[in-house]
């Protein structure tokens, strides 16, 4: 996809302006909210909003609501990408190292949310998904969509208690939950030791940086954790990376859904993931998307999804 000259000109003029420039190299570290990028910047939200209002019209970056919050990023491809990495890759600014140490105390505090988060939810961790269908259910499906076995690495990425190691582990020759809470890793460690696992190492470790080899694990499992991300698909990048050719990623989230509670009570970045941005992130990772399956509650409540998604046999990966 090209553009015209007089495309090239308006698209230029939205990217010359030194908050807007700043805000597109904020956004090519991760997705934002309106509220986050004026924190940032140390500007009024309705001013950044002009701003951001400019550089979508342009195509330099994408808006989409969530719930009742706003986030914006930029595209993963197209005329206008390319136009701001190549702007990105000539800037030398101060101001745009003072915009990541900021960027970075907004994920430091993002970060110890969450920890407190889990932490004050630790104990009675399984006791609070009474929004959805039936664990029972979904622990049965999930079961069904990981296959029989015998896995001979299984990967749990955002392990909480512990729950996926210990229903799926037995199946496994060596098994890995990573968290970065250690007050859920605690949880887990007791869970694994109840249930007689011995082949099960438990680390504290980062979703979207788990330093583990690449192309050794036929089982990735993200277990609820992707509606807590600021960026769940490169979560899936990371776990696609790790899958031997043949191996399977398997996901349990949220449908879409309107529960704006569970942002502020729960700490739910994302209110459910939708289907079509699901199949997204797969594909960019270079998986293969199977069916999904929809688990729904008898009455109000969260529809639970499972996707899962191939690694081609063919496809050579190379290892981190």
């Not at 896995?151 to 020759?173: H, N, Q």
Request: aromatic share 4%; charged share 30%; hydrophobic share 45%.
């Amino acid at each position: 996809m090209t553009m015209s000259a007089d495309q090239a000109v308006d698209v230029l003029r939205a990217a010359g302006e030194p908050t807007r420039l700043r805000i597109l190299t904020l956004l090519a570290s991760e997705e934002l909210s309106v509220m986050e990028l004026a924190r940032i910047l140390e500007q009024s939200q309705p001013r950044v909003s002009r701003h951001l209002k400019l550089l979508t019209d342009a195509g330099l970056i994408e808006r989409f609501p969530d719930g009742a919050w706003v986030f914006y990023r930029l595209p993963v491809e197209g005329p206008g990408r390319r136009l701001t990495d190549a702007l990105l890759d000539l800037m030398d600014d101060p101001a745009a190292d003072r915009d990541l140490a900021a960027l970075e105390a907004v994920r430091d505090e993002r970060k110890r949310e969450a920890q407190a988060y889990f932490e004050r939810v630790a104990p009675r961790w399984d006791e609070m998904r009474s929004l959805y269908v039936a664990e029972s259910a979904v622990e049965a499906a999930v079961e069904r969509a990981a296959g029989p076995g015998p896995f001979e690495r299984l990967v749990d990425l955002g392990t909480g208690s512990g729950r996926m190691l210990t229903l799926l582990g037995k199946r496994a020759k060596v098994s890995i939950g990573l968290d970065l809470s250690q007050q859920m890793l605690n949880v887990a460690r007791s869970r694994v030791a109840e249930q007689g696992l011995p082949n099960v190492e438990l680390r504290h470790g980062d979703i979207f940086g788990t330093r583990l080899p690449g192309g050794t694990a036929d089982l990735v499992v993200a277990h609820q954790v992707l509606h807590y991300l600021s960026d769940p698909a490169a979560a899936v990048q990371e776990a696609a990376r790790l899958l031997m050719p043949g191996g399977r990623l398997l996901i349990v989230d949220f449908a879409p859904h309107d529960l704006e509670r569970l942002r502020t009570e729960h700490q739910h970045r994302r209110l459910g993931i939708a289907a079509e941005e699901m199949n997204v992130w797969l594909e960019q990772a270079g998986l293969t998307p199977e069916k999904p399956v929809y688990l729904k509650p008898d009455g109000e409540g969260l529809t639970v999804v499972i996707w899962t998604a191939r690694r081609s046999r063919d496809q050579a990966r190379a290892a981190a």
